[in-house]
């Protein structure tokens, strides 16, 4: 099975804080995504990366940054904390398109909540 | 990417079939049908996906109309692990695009 770990389940941060957020996957993954999912507004995408140090900005990538140094590895960076980021976040991955991968859409982690005060 | 309609929420008898609709009257040839699922305080799982053919895997069946403007998801034997929310999403297929989730549907589980 595909294994998608977020590094916490509940953070709490302060506002102004630099806010790092880590997803690790073990199947081989090309391509890695951010979200952050709000009531009432769904699943909102953050950032992508379809290779190691490539990068791809998603619908609202203000605040926000990435670093993808190995392939496994994925990490979200918030700059400066605010309040409005509070949220639940969300690591996927997937293989590339392929007909080989046909029946492997994206594997979600269990997603951080993090609370900043 | 189409637009889905589900019925935000449902209600099913513990050992009993749940049968999860979803309409998409505005899909194209090549987007597929994916369905995922969320329970609480977790991230969400993917349970099947298809574009014309009806779809069964250890999860779930997924059946698709002739003219694919609708799809059933099927839980054969619903248990109370089963109680999520579920989603119906339409696109074309590339592992690499984003997902976009609506509301879906709240399924409720009952002993």
């Known amino acids: 099975d595909v294994k998608v770990t977020q590094s916490s389940r509940y953070l709490v941060k302060r506002t102004g804080e630099k806010v790092f957020l880590e997803c690790v996957q073990d199947?081989?993954?090309?391509?890695m995504f951010w979200y952050r999912q709000d009531p009432g507004l769904g699943l909102r995408l953050i950032y992508f990366?379809?290779?190691?140090?490539?990068?791809e900005k998603g619908d609202i990538p203000e605040g926000y940054s990435v670093s993808r140094e190995k392939k496994e590895r994925f990490s979200l960076i918030l700059e400066s904390a605010s309040t409005n980021q509070t949220s639940m976040y969300l690591c996927?991955?997937?293989?590339?398109?392929?007909?080989?991968?046909?029946?492997?859409?994206?594997?979600f982690g269990d997603g951080t909540r993090l609370s900043i005060l | 990417d189409a637009k889905t309609t589900q019925p935000p929420s449902m209600d099913c008898a513990e050992g009993r079939a749940a049968n999860l609709p979803c309409n998409h009257s505005?899909?194209?040839?090549?987007?597929?049908v994916y369905w995922y699922r969320q329970i609480h305080s977790q991230g969400p799982q993917y349970i099947i996906h298809?574009?014309?053919n009806n779809e069964t895997n250890e999860m779930a069946s997924l059946i698709i109309t002739e003219d694919r403007k609708s799809s059933t998801l099927i839980l054969p034997h619903a248990t109370l692990r089963d109680t999520a929310v579920y989603y119906c999403?339409?696109?074309?297929?590339?592992?690499?695009?984003?997902?976009?989730f609506g509301g879906g549907t709240r399924l409720m589980v009952k002993p």
């Open positions: 505005t899909i194209s040839g090549n987007e597929y």
């Open positions: 990366s379809y290779d190691v140090k490539m990068k």
């Open positions: 199947m081989d993954h090309e391509n």
């Open positions: 999403i339409v696109r074309v297929y590339n592992a690499g695009n984003m997902l976009t």
């Open positions: 298809g574009l014309k």
């Open positions: 996927a991955s997937s293989p590339p398109p392929n007909f080989r991968y046909s029946n492997q859409p994206q594997h």
